[in-house]
């Protein structure tokens, strides 16, 4: 399992990550064709994708476990 310290590391990397990505898209959207309403909606879903990624990962670690829980069971 990963300790408190690992876990901080992991998040302030993504945190840090995201935040400069962040950055380069909004400056790549503000010079495009795309409307606004459009930009908006991009920046959105790319900012949606990190928590959805986690509680993706964390329902197949979770359907997995209990799957594996389940096979040696038997």
Same mark, same amino acid.
């Given at each position: 399992?990963?300790? !408190?310290?690992?876990?901080? *590391? $992991?998040?302030?990397?993504?945190?840090?990550? /995201?935040?400069?990505?962040?950055?380069? *898209?909004?400056?790549? $959207?503000? @010079?495009?064709?795309?409307? /606004?309403?459009?930009? @908006?909606?991009?920046? *959105?879903?790319?900012?949606? !994708?990190?928590?959805?990624?986690?509680?993706?990962?964390?329902?197949? *670690?979770?359907?997995?476990?209990?799957?594996?829980?389940?096979?040696?069971?038997?």
């Amino acid at each position: 399992t990963l300790d !408190m310290a690992t876990l901080i *590391i $992991l998040f302030l990397a993504i945190f840090a990550h /995201k935040g400069a990505a962040a950055i380069a *898209i909004s400056f790549r $959207l503000a @010079y495009s064709h795309f409307s /606004k309403k459009y930009q @908006y909606f991009l920046l *959105i879903f790319f900012a949606l !994708m990190t928590p959805l990624g986690i509680l993706l990962g964390h329902f197949i *670690i979770q359907f997995f476990s209990n799957h594996q829980k389940l096979v040696a069971s038997f």
